[in-house]
C-alpha cells in the first residue's frame, strides 16, 4: 500500500502524497528571525485514526447514509446538498467500521422501486453523507457520482457500493 492519493491535473491522474506539515520560526534575541517548513510522514495509526473517524466520528456523525439524485451535472469538491436533486436517502447496511483494514470505507444500501416509492424516477446521481435525513443546509457530503442513468420498475431492485480509499492500512489495526 502507497500512502498517495490523486489528484486530476490536466486531464492526467497525479499521485499525491499524504503528508503532514510543520512550520519552525526562530525568533533570536535581535529579532531576527529563521523559517522553515518541514513536510513530515503521517505515520500507520495517524492514517488509520484518519479513516477511523470517517466511520465512527467522535463528536460528530460518521458517513453512514447513502443519497440518490436526479442531478446529471459534473460532480465537484463543492458539492452540497443542492447539487445532488436529492430523491431519497438509505443508511448503509454495511458500515466502513466493520472493515479491518481501514484503508477503505465502504457503504452499501439497496433501493426498490415500489419499496422505496421511487418507481420510474430517473436516478443519475449518488452520494454518501454524515446525515440520515434529508435537510438543505445539515449534513457533510463526503462523495458524489454521476452515470446511474437507471430508472426501476415497481419490482426492480438497485444495489450500490461507495469505496473511499483513505490510504489507512493495517499495522496492529490502530484506531
Known sequence: MKPNICEVLGGTLMPLSVYGEWDIVVTRADGS???KTLRNVVT??????????AVQATGTTPFFTILV???????????????????????SIVSG??????????L????????????????????????PTSH?????????????????????FLALTCRVRVGSHNQAHST
Open 33 to 35: 528571525e529563521e523559517r
Open 44 to 53: 500507520a495509526a495517524g492514517m488509520n485514526r484518519l479513516a477511523n473517524r
Open 69 to 91: 439524485g436526479t442531478i446529471t451535472t459534473a460532480p465537484a469538491d463543492t458539492d452540497a446538498q443542492p447539487q445532488f436533486g436529492e430523491m431519497i436517502r438509505k443508511a
Open 97 to 106: 467500521a466493520s472493515a479491518q483494514s481501514r484503508e477503505w470505507v465502504f
Open 108 to 131: 452499501t444500501c439497496t433501493l426498490g422501486g415500489a419499496a422505496d416509492g421511487i418507481t420510474s424516477k430517473t436516478m443519475n446521481c449518488a452520494g454518501i453523507t454524515d446525515f
Open 136 to 156: 438543505a443546509s445539515t449534513g457533510v457530503y463526503g462523495n458524489r457520482v454521476n452515470g446511474l442513468g437507471t430508472t426501476l420498475a415497481d419490482s426492480d
